[in-house]
């Protein structure tokens, strides 16, 4: 926003679309009450002759909600020291990780919980958007928990986006070879 008795003001869209958050904004660094048109037309009228001269700032992309979703996503499902390692497990709120297809396999709503977990506020139909416009897909599949086949929803996000962590290593490749 131009400059305001020599203050530089950023402004959020949101702050710019409501009269009185801009003047809140702006009671402070100024330290007085900016008076505010009456009428929409004329607070629309200053808003679109300032951002004629507005600079944008750019934001990097995990600083956006999408972007620090996926993080989360990534932090969960890629790092976490709990994770299945088969595709069973999953029903126990673990992300799986199958190498095979390059793959991330997982409950949509053990990530829903993780996010709780660590704060992060945003909703399911959010996540959900962010999932699917990576390329994320949901189906029913039987896997076989605890001796049973049982068919759960499962999710299946491609893994070229995110470091998956290595496959585990049997008893058996472990053993030294002399």
Known sequence: MENLDGHRVECT?????????????????????VVLPKDEGTWAAIVTRSLQTAQKIEVPPEATQKGALL??????????RAYATELG????????????????????????????????????????????????????????????????RLWQMPGDHFQLRKPQKTLAEDKPTF
Not at 13 to 33: D, V
Not at 121 to 138: C, T
């Open 13 to 33: 869209a949101e702050e710019l679309q409501q009269p009185r958050l801009f003047q809140r904004k702006l009671l402070l660094p100024l330290m007085k009450m």
């Open 71 to 80: 993080n989360y996503f990534e932090q969960w499902s890629c790092q976490s």
């Open 89 to 152: 497990e999953i029903v126990t709120g673990r992300p799986f990780t199958d190498h095979d297809g390059n793959r991330i396999c997982f409950r949509l709503q053990d990530f829903m919980e993780y996010l709780t977990r660590v704060k992060f506020q945003i909703s399911q139909k959010e996540v959900v958007k962010v999932l699917r416009d990576h390329g994320a897909v949901d189906r029913r599949a039987d896997v076989e928990v605890y001796g049973e086949t049982k068919q759960i």
